[in-house]
């Protein structure tokens, strides 16, 4: 499993003492004021960084960094990822799972057959979509509720599901 975990991206920059805009990859945006630090991950490093304030805009989430005191230091960063330590993840509910460790899980069906691989995880509202691609390129989109996923087995990477009418 990542030891690291994306739960934001920067994508602009917000005044001019540094502030930085970030679209968040989590279900529950408050979760930045519970973080002191955050690595941003650029083209060739990884750096820690201190969290010192934290506002909100819309649908998106303002960073006050550490060492980030103006705009053209801010813009640097654009586009960078925000990731932070496994260990301080939020404790998620039984049978949830962070979309970065779905990825990549093989998909079976309950008679064994490969359905392929999980690359891809959309969030409808009610229930998030698996899609799975085969080898050839061949999609198949499942609803992620408990009459299709009988089993998520994250250590060897692999999930079984059951194939109700009309998904293939």
Same mark, same amino acid.
């Given at each position: ?6 739960? &934001? ?5 917000? #005044?001019?003492? #540094? =502030? ?11 979760? =930045? ?7 941003? +991950? ?5 750096? $820690? %960084? ?16 550490? &060492? ?16 932070? !330590? ?9 049978? $949830?799972? =962070? ?7 093989? %998909?079976?069906? +309950? ?9 891809? %995880?959309?969030?409808? #509202? ?26 998520? !087995? ?15």
């Amino acid at each position: 499993m990542e030891q690291l975990m994306e739960i &934001g991206q920067i994508v602009n920059t917000y #005044g001019i003492k #540094g =502030f930085v805009k970030v679209v968040p990859f989590t279900d529950d945006y408050t979760r =930045f004021e519970d973080l002191t630090s955050v690595y941003i +991950e650029t083209k060739n490093s990884l750096k $820690s %960084v201190v969290i010192e304030e934290v506002k909100y805009s819309k649908n998106l989430v303002l960073l006050k960094l550490k &060492g980030i005191d103006d705009v053209n230091t801010a813009e640097i960063y654009k586009n960078c990822y925000l990731k932070i !330590d496994r260990k301080d993840a939020v404790k998620l509910p039984e049978d $949830s799972y =962070f979309i970065v460790d779905l990825i990549g899980l093989e %998909v079976y069906t +309950e008679d064994n057959n490969n359905l392929g691989k999980i690359v891809d %995880v959309y969030p409808t #509202g009610a229930n998030d979509i698996y899609v799975v691609k085969d080898e050839l390129g061949k999609q198949v989109l499942l609803p992620a509720i408990g009459e299709v996923i009988k089993n998520v !087995d994250l250590e060897n990477k692999k999930m079984i599901v059951h194939l109700i009418d009309g998904l293939i």
